[in-house]
């Protein structure tokens, strides 16, 4: 793996099965906000204005797991509170911490790309349970870029970052993010975090092995 490294400028990294365990996001992350929910309505009314029943209606989108813009927006809004207040801590593996210091000491730029909203990430790893980790990120990637399974989004991120796709590792856990990525030129590297897969990319089990 070193050799790609010497080679590349920045590093663009999926969150959910690469820094941050799934589960984080459907154990802890979706249950707040769907608990919190009522409370926030009441504080925040003119949030919802206009829609019906909004309280049973936003927690029927989290159990349906809705793409709705106004959820995303409700609940970036409710995880920002339970954040701010220490109730959430972000999630990262452990070796994260370490390689995002060690890839900024080799003069690597740092990225995030993932379906959370850039509000979402930048909480994850802004009050991660090892401190501020979003400082050392410098540029965040939502799906307001395009699809995370398209070549097209790939390409707008390096038009966006102005770099070439060989100046860019994507790392991701899902084959056709990796895909598409590499479709657009980037390399790019699968983490398996939990059960194997058969796919025909580069697998590491940590950012350890990079
Ligand atoms: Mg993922």
Redesign the pocket.
């Known amino acids: 793996m070193k050799n790609i490294i010497n080679k590349i400028k920045f590093i663009l990294m ?5 820094t941050t365990s ?1 589960d984080f996001v459907h154990d802890t992350l979706f249950p707040y906000a769907y608990d919190k929910m009522e409370s926030f309505i009441k504080a925040n009314p003119e949030l919802v204005s206009g829609l019906d029943n909004p309280t049973a209606t936003l927690k029927q989108w989290i159990k349906e797991d809705k793409k709705e813009p106004l959820l995303k927006t409700i609940q970036g809004h409710i995880w920002k509170e339970g954040y701010e207040s220490g109730e959430l801590k972000g999630h990262l593996y452990d070796d994260v911490p370490a390689a995002f210091k060690r890839w900024k000491q080799d003069g690597l730029g740092l990225g995030i790309y993932s379906s959370g909203s850039v509000l979402a990430q930048k909480l994850l790893f802004t009050y991660s349970k090892f401190g501020d980790q979003d400082q050392l990120i410098e540029a965040n990637f939502d799906t307001k870029i395009g699809h995370k399974r398209e070549k097209q989004s790939y390409t707008n991120i390096l038009n966006d970052l102005n770099l070439s796709g060989d100046e860019v590792l994507f790392l ?3 084959s056709e ?1 990796l895909a598409a990525a590499s479709e657009s030129g980037m390399h790019v590297i699968q983490l398996i975090r939990k059960d194997p897969v058969n796919s025909p990319f580069d697998q590491i089990r940590s950012f350890d092995e990079i």
């Open positions: 999926d969150v959910e099965g690469t799934i991701s856990d899902i993010e």
